[in-house]
């Protein structure tokens, strides 16, 4: 008994003021006078960022366009045949008025779960810094996408394998004749993962890093070949790879393909008949999905974006509205109905 006695003494914290807990300590004293300006202020200064948000939300112009080619009247049904191959349709479209400039142009898709947590986990992160050693054996997380008939496939993975590869070449149509629209494919992806999250690695020419590897199934070409034109653009720094491997929150999506501002379109597109020639590869009809493709704008707030704006509207309406609520019952129990 005298031994549990000691044992428990022993446990015992020091009697101070911090470890007993008689520290002084301040804490407000919520007034009704207090909080009832409060949820005023908050209320007023939550509906005038709403009305900021949703005017210039609304001042930002969209032009979207489905070219998934699954009805028989789209002018891309003809490249839904799985069959077919290097399939190019084309959407004429009329712009109204213009499109203030700089305008991003960005593929979409719907009904597409990049969010998948096996799809996420389908790469190698050692393998896309550059490591070699990851080049000849590839995580096992990648498969299946990690090898073919033996051979290592770079880069591996689901996501890497599934990489879109639609590309678009736009024209405005002047007096019957096409004039191409340039596009610019710089910096469109994340400095982050330009810079610092993905590499090549430091094998020059960068051909001789793959050796021995295959390309994913689902690729054209070789990772070291998706931009000829450029070398600072391929391999696991190229911009639309990046962008790719960027993985999307919600299933309906779009990313960056190119942005407009070059030239004499630096001004934005200006009204008149155009042209959207699709190299049309990415099959999307077998999961039920859709493709689009966005002409858009942007202003300080970013794109498109009504919900944002609304949300800061209904918040604020409900701040006033509770005010009142408790200013109601703060008068009618503070001061009493004499008899």
Not at 238 to 244: E, G, Y
Request: proline share 6%; glycine share 6%; aromatic share 14%.
């Amino acid at each position: 008994m005298v031994k549990e006695e000691k044992q428990l003494l022993a446990n015992r914290p020091d009697n101070t003021a911090f470890t007993q807990q008689r520290l002084p300590a301040w804490q407000p004293m919520l007034s009704a006078g207090i909080v009832i300006p409060g949820f005023v202020l908050i209320g007023l200064a939550f509906i005038g960022i709403g009305v900021a948000l949703f005017v210039t939300s609304r001042s930002i112009q969209v032009l979207e366009m489905d070219y998934t080619g699954s009805e028989t009247t789209s002018a891309c049904f003809k490249c839904t045949d799985t069959d077919r191959t290097n399939c190019v349709c084309q959407l004429d479209f009329n712009i109204d008025s213009l499109i203030e400039g700089p305008v991003f142009f960005y593929y979409g898709l719907s009904n597409y779960f990049q969010n998948y947590r096996r799809y996420g986990a389908s790469k190698d992160d050692a393998q896309l810094s550059g490591d070699l050693d990851y080049f000849e054996s590839p995580s096992d997380s990648c498969s299946p996408y990690d090898t073919d008939n033996n051979t290592p496939i770079v880069p591996c993975g689901s996501i890497a394998n599934s990489m879109f590869n639609d590309t678009f070449v736009l024209s405005q149509i002047i007096n019957g004749t096409k004039k191409l629209v340039p596009f610019d494919g710089k910096g469109i992806a994340w400095w982050t993962d330009y810079n610092v999250k993905y590499r090549n690695p430091s094998v020059t020419p960068l051909k001789d890093a793959f050796k021995d590897t295959v390309k994913p199934p689902f690729w054209p070409k070789p990772a070291y070949e998706l931009d000829p034109t450029d070398k600072n653009n391929n391999g696991f720094i190229n911009q639309d790879f990046l962008v790719w491997m960027r993985r999307a929150a919600l299933p309906d999506f779009r990313k960056l393909y190119r942005r407009i501002a070059q030239g004499e379109y630096k001004q934005g597109l200006p009204a008149g008949n155009y042209s959207l020639e699709i190299h049309y590869n990415y099959p999307v009809l077998s999961f039920n999905g859709r493709k689009k493709v966005v002409f858009s704008n942007v202003s300080w707030m970013g794109g498109k974006n009504n919900f944002l704006g609304i949300a800061y509207l209904v918040i604020g309406s409900m701040c006033i509205i509770m005010s009142i609520v408790m200013l109601i019952v703060y008068a009618k129990f503070k001061f009493p109905e004499e008899d």
